[in-house]
């Protein structure tokens, strides 16, 4: 037999009227869902209504990991997305992304799969100009952040290992060359939109180099190319470059 909140929800969802019919929103806080999502998240399921998404990060902790994001290297950021979607293909062992999902779900206030400043400031967090600049850029420019992008904000220091920076690195290691130069990103980019949103390969060219200054030590000869130990270093917050 149908679950009777299965049968709820779906009745609601599918009126005709659109003023009758539940909003996303409404259909997140629906007791079905609410129950669903915490078996989805805990692999356990539950006869009992389960109460709304737990409180997001503290408002100060979000503004200063977005504003910590924002001021990192071009590469690094480029780095952590792509260790966001790696880390969502891994077993979830401590939990820590389960933790950012439901952060993200508290957040997201309407629904639609995106946070936006509105969604900030609905939960407390100031938005100063200086956040709304971090904001913009931790989302590449867009309005909003995807889930993806705020895991990439967020990422626990537990899941960026050696192990995950390397995974990155191979990804946008496009020849399998060992080092990552201009061309690599220029081509990670034009992947990802067919026109790579207006970045030049000099553009790229700079990113690398910012990311060789912020991991070479005093007076190494900069060679326009991030090695993978260089990176691991880049993204796990390591100095130093190794001779």
Request: glycine share 10%; charged share 25%; hydrophobic share 40%.
């Amino acid at each position: 037999a149908c679950d009777p909140e299965a049968r709820d929800l779906l009745a609601r969802m599918l009126q005709h009227e659109p003023r009758e019919r539940i909003t996303a929103a409404e259909a997140l806080r629906h007791p079905f869902v609410l129950r669903h999502f915490e078996e989805m998240l805990d692999g356990a399921a539950s006869d009992q209504p389960q109460a709304p998404p737990s409180p997001p990060l503290p408002p100060s902790a979000l503004a200063a990991r977005l504003c910590a994001t924002a001021g990192a290297p071009r590469l690094r950021r480029i780095a952590l997305l792509a260790m966001a979607h790696l880390a969502s293909e891994q077993a979830d062992t401590g939990g820590e992304l389960r933790a950012l999902r439901r952060a993200f779900r508290a957040l997201d206030g309407d629904g639609d799969g995106l946070i936006s400043l509105s969604d900030l400031e609905r939960h407390g967090c100031g938005v100063p100009g200086e956040l709304r600049e971090a904001f913009a850029a931790c989302a590449d420019g867009a309005d909003a952040l995807d889930l993806v992008h705020f895991v990439a904000c967020c990422l626990p220091p537990v899941l960026a290992t050696e192990e995950l920076a390397a995974e990155a690195f191979a990804l946008l290691d496009h020849e399998g060359r060992g080092a990552l130069e201009g061309a690599d990103l220029r081509r990670l980019l034009r992947e990802g939109d067919g026109s790579a949103g207006g970045t030049t390969l000099a553009d790229c060219e700079a990113a690398i180099r910012e990311a060789e200054a912020a991991v070479c030590s005093g007076g190494a000869e900069p060679r326009g190319c991030i090695q993978l130990g260089e990176f691991q270093r880049l993204v796990r917050g390591g100095v130093g470059r190794e001779e």
